[in-house]
Structure formats: structure tokens, C-alpha cells
């Protein structure tokens, strides 16, 4: 990926003349023009990786295998989040690791986290890079020096046992490799998150990512069989059946570890047959809370589709203006013609069997005509699936138009869910109005459950020039705060990262972090993985 953002910036859709003028309209024009500095101008502290540690890691991994060039220290100077990219692109990497070190094997991560513990070095693991929440920033903790762990030399596919549907990957293996080397052998894991193209295997279970398709095929944490762990400590090896009663299940003491109990060197994943046929529809909603009944409906009457998403009013109208062949306008005529208001869309898909799937979609349509849905096609559906991976480069586009644009999702039982979405929009649209910045507030349901369902919100404003990193830091606690007050989870499926780890009392209490401690403690004795990240900061009260 790009530096200084999303993936390749060839690949950028760009802002369609009919969604810049509707933005305008909400947030003033788009003139500011803010583009990254030169990749030369990026500005990083000399290396303070000692001569003999560096010859030690190379005797590991190899000369290649340690690199400490401009371009990667950059490239590994954080993730994908607003802050991380608003930083690089000023020129701002001084925090970039003093080397990347590429293992090849589980041999190797646990040879490199023994000579970390003896050299005295923080060791951040590297997948993707596609946290958005701060999870791989190069936080030092007490340590001088910090290497990133990068995982991409480790991208097989070690196994697939056929007959229990088990797949065996390597860490550094990313998404759509992945889901080739099963395809070819007739399988699929059925795992799409919007980081989908450049997330790994490892970062899905470090992080414990949801699927685009979850309501069908499942989240990752239930796709987890069994996981290898290379820790300061020694081995870790969890997974020997499907089910168990011995004890707690430790496994998910890894999924979601966020690499601060050690490193994920071996997955084994549930997989499932190929699909024969994917389908994919739209139908509007007269409203955000009357969808959201009908999803409700849906997943408790097991008739959900794999996908289930609901956008709010809001999110409706940009979709349908940035979508090009869909005419925005006359979509909203035709809605309100019908007496549906402006509309909400609901994008539901269906893999698998195609006699499967015309079951499925007739139990579905029965539940959705009833609660007086108006079907719109496939056109919306198939648009929309052929963009979901797209929406981080509209992310960089508007950076460079001087935009603040974020996300945040979290989620909360169905009967919470109106309060919920009331308090996090009214928070950033109060705290951002006060900075005198109003934004546009949208919002979606994409992961639906028997007992409620998550929430994703993305908001648009102009940035406080000058002050971009203020302006986030008010929105992101207001936020935070309100989700904690109306009863909802910090994160859904980004994780806990630097950014949400300031609510981890409020949402695990004092007794579970101090639970969390004691497991890195045992871990991880001398701290060195991933400091700052998911544990509150001791020192915070």
C-alpha cells in the first residue's frame, strides 16, 4: 500500500461530480487543496538499532531480512487510522521503527522475540497495516529501540483438511490470496471485512474482525479452530477438536490479543464449499428504525441473509449520489412517490447453492414485503458489491480536499439500539458544531445478531485547520464516551488499538483488566510486544 494512504492510488474512484457538489452543499466547498509531501520530505529519527542487535536479527532471518531504508521505516510508521495517515502526510514519521525484520517461520518470530528480550526492544507486529485504530503505531514503551515485526514472508497455506472443512494458514497470508488457494481447491472462507484486499489471516484473528457476509458465514473469533503462538514465554498451541470442556477456552485468549501476548505464527480456520452463486439486491426501508425492525425480524426468525446492511437516511443519499448509473434524484422521486420519504437502503446477499439461495431469499422477501419494504433491484446491490472495498480511497481523496473524514463502529442489544444511535450522532454532531465544523453524520447496520446488532458510523466535516488533530482527539472522546453511556461496545471489529484502549475499564471493568495484565505478565514478562495498545495506561487512574 501507499504511504501516505489506502492501498493503490492508482485504483482511486475519486468523488463523482454529483457527490462533491452534494458535500459542498452540507460542509462548504472543496477548494482547500492538502495533498501528502514528498515521500523524500517525510521526516524520521535516525535509527537507534545498535550495531550488535542488528547483526543478531540478521543471523536469524538473513540480510534481507532486516531492512531500515527510508521507504519501509515510512511504510511501517503506523496503520491506516486519520491520525496515523494526517501525520505521515504532514511529513511527520519521527516515531518510525529503527528497523523491520521479516521472519520466515515460526522458528524465526521466536528466535527474534528471545534476542528482543535480550537486547532490551519493542517488537511490534506488522500484517496488513490496515488498523485503523492505532494498532501497529511504533509506540516504545520504556525501550530506545523498536523493531516492527513484519509477517509477509509467512503467507502459505499450510494445509487444508478436507473432511473436517479445516484450513491451516500462516499469518502474513492476505485476503484475496487466501481465498484464491481455496478456490482453487473448491473452498472459501467466507471472510470479507472493507480491509478485505490488504488485511492478513493473522491481523483477522489478532484483531477479531467481522465479515462483510458475517450474518451468513460467521466472524472470524467463530471461524477459529485452532492457533499457534510464538510469545516471549515459550510455544502456544490451543485447538485440538471442535469442542471442549477442559477449562476455559485459551484460544480466546488469543483472538483479539492485538499482539500483546505474542505473535501468531499458524491459524487453522473453518472453511466452507465454494459458492455455486452469489446474489446480490436492494429494497428501502420507510425509515432507519422501521429497517432496522425488519433485520431484527429477519435474524431471529433464521431467515437473515449473509449480508445484512441498513443505511440511514443520511448514508442513503451519498451512496446513491457517488454511485455512478444510479440517478440519486430520481431513486429519492421514486421513493417518495411511494410514500417512503427519502428512503433507507437495505443491501442484502445470498452465497451458495442456488436452489439454496431461492429458499432462503423467498423466506426473506416474505418477512420484508410484510413489514412493506420496497424492493429496488439488483442494480443498487450489485453496485454496491462491486465498491465495498473502495470506501477508504474516498477517505483519501477528501484528505486531499482538506476534509476530516472518520469512522467508528460499535454495537449494542436491539433494544439499546435506538438510544445508541441517537447518543453517538448527536455527540459528534454537537461536538463538532461547537468547533464550528458541522458535519454530516451517517450511519449502518452491517452485522446483525438474535440480540441486537452493530452500528457503523462515518462522519465528513472540514478540518479545523491548524488544529486536525484536536478536532479528532473532541470527536473521538465525545463519541466514545457517548457509546460507553448508552450501553454500547467501544469497538465491534476494529479493535482496541492506542485509540479506544482509554475505555477498556469501562468496558471490561477494573478486576478484567487487571485479569488482562496477568496474562501478560506471563506472556510477555518485559513488555516489549506492542506497547500502548488495548491495556489502559496504569498511570490514567
Not at 506497547?531 to 489502559?536: A, D, M, R, S
Request: proline content about 6%.
Amino acid at each position: 500500500m501507499t504511504w501516505s494512504g489506502w492501498g493503490d492510488p492508482t485504483l482511486r474512484p475519486g468523488l463523482s461530480p454529483r457527490a462533491e457538489a452534494h458535500l459542498a452543499r452540507w460542509i462548504g466547498p472543496l477548494e482547500r487543496h492538502t495533498p501528502p509531501v514528498a515521500l523524500e520530505d517525510v521526516r524520521t529519527s535516525p535509527s537507534r538499532l545498535d550495531d550488535t542487535t542488528r547483526a543478531a536479527l540478521t543471523a536469524i532471518v538473513g540480510q534481507e531480512g532486516v531492512r531500515d531504508d527510508h521507504r519501509t521505516r515510512v511504510e511501517h510508521a503506523g496503520g491506516k487510522s486519520y491520525p496515523d495517515l494526517l501525520r505521515r502526510r504532514r511529513g511527520d514519521a519521527v516515531a518510525a521503527p529503527d528497523a523491520i525484520v521479516y521472519p520466515r517461520s515460526h522458528d524465526e518470530v521466536a528466535a527474534v522475540l528471545e534476542q528482543a528480550v535480550e537486547s532490551g526492544i519493542a517488537v511490534v507486529p506488522f500484517g496488513g497495516g490496515t488498523s485503523v485504530v492505532g494498532g501497529v503505531e511504533p509506540e516504545r514503551g520504556p525501550f530506545d529501540s523498536l523493531i516492527a515485526l513484519d509477517l509477509s514472508h509467512m503467507d502459505r497455506l499450510v494445509d487444508i483438511d478436507e473432511e473436517s472443512l479445516l484450513a491451516t494458514f500462516e499469518p502474513g497470508m492476505r485476503g484475496p490470496e487466501a481465498e484464491a488457494a481455496l478456490r482453487r481447491r473448491g473452498y472459501t472462507l467466507g471472510h470479507f471485512p472493507q480491509s478485505y484486499v490488504y488485511a492478513s489471516i493473522g491481523g483477522y484473528v489478532a484483531t477479531r474482525s467481522a465479515g462483510q457476509a458475517s450474518s451468513g458465514y460467521g466472524r472470524i473469533d467463530e471461524k477459529v479452530h485452532a492457533v499457534r503462538l510464538a510469545t516471549p514465554a515459550g510455544e502456544l498451541s490451543f485447538g485440538r477438536a471442535p469442542a471442549t470442556a477442559a477449562g476455559p477456552d485459551l484460544r480466546h485468549a488469543v483472538v483479539g490479543s492485538e499482539g500483546l501476548l505474542g505473535v501468531i505464527t499458524e491459524a487453522t480456520l473453518r472453511v466452507h464449499h465454494a459458492p455455486e452463486q452469489e446474489v446480490h439486491e436492494a429494497w428501502a426501508a420507510p425509515s432507519f428504525a422501521a429497517g432496522a425492525e425488519v433485520l431484527r425480524e429477519l435474524v431471529q426468525s433464521d431467515a437473515a441473509p449473509d449480508v445484512c446492511r441498513l443505511s440511514d437516511e443520511d448514508e442513503t443519499r451519498v451512496f446513491l449520489q457517488q454511485t455512478e448509473g444510479l440517478k440519486g434524484s430520481g431513486f429519492r422521486g421514486y421513493l417518495k412517490l411511494r410514500g417512503y420519504g427519502e428512503g433507507c437502503l437495505v443491501i442484502l446477499g445470498w452465497s451458495g447453492r442456488s436452489d439454496g439461495i431461492a429458499l432462503r431469499r423467498a423466506a426473506a422477501t416474505r418477512i420484508l414485503r410484510e413489514h412493506g419494504l420496497l424492493r429496488l433491484g439488483a442494480k443498487p446491490g450489485e453496485a454496491w458489491a462491486h465498491g465495498r472495498f473502495s470506501g477508504p480511497y474516498l477517505r483519501d481523496d477528501l484528505m486531499d480536499r482538506g476534509v476530516f473524514v472518520e469512522t467508528l463502529e460499535t454495537s449494542t442489544t436491539w433494544s439499546r439500539i435506538p438510544t445508541l444511535y441517537t447518543a453517538v450522532r448527536d455527540a459528534l454532531t454537537d461536538t463538532l458544531t461547537g468547533l464550528g465544523t458541522p458535519p454530516i453524520v451517517m450511519c449502518h447496520i452491517s452485522h446483525v445478531y438474535e440480540s441486537g446488532c452493530s452500528l457503523y458510523f462515518t462522519w465528513i466535516a472540514r478540518q479545523d485547520v491548524g488544529r486536525e488533530l484536536e478536532q479528532w482527539q473532541a470527536a473521538k472522546q465525545a463519541a466514545g464516551d457517548a457509546i460507553i453511556g448508552a450501553g454500547g461496545t467501544i469497538t465491534h471489529h476494529h479493535a482496541v488499538g492506542t485509540d479506544h484502549r482509554r475505555w477498556m475499564t469501562d468496558e471490561v471493568g477494573s478486576l478484567g483488566v487487571a485479569m488482562l495484565r496477568s496474562l501478560k505478565d506471563t506472556l510477555d514478562p518485559t513488555g516489549i510486544l506492542n506497547p500502548g495498545k488495548l491495556l489502559p495506561d496504569p498511570d490514567a487512574g
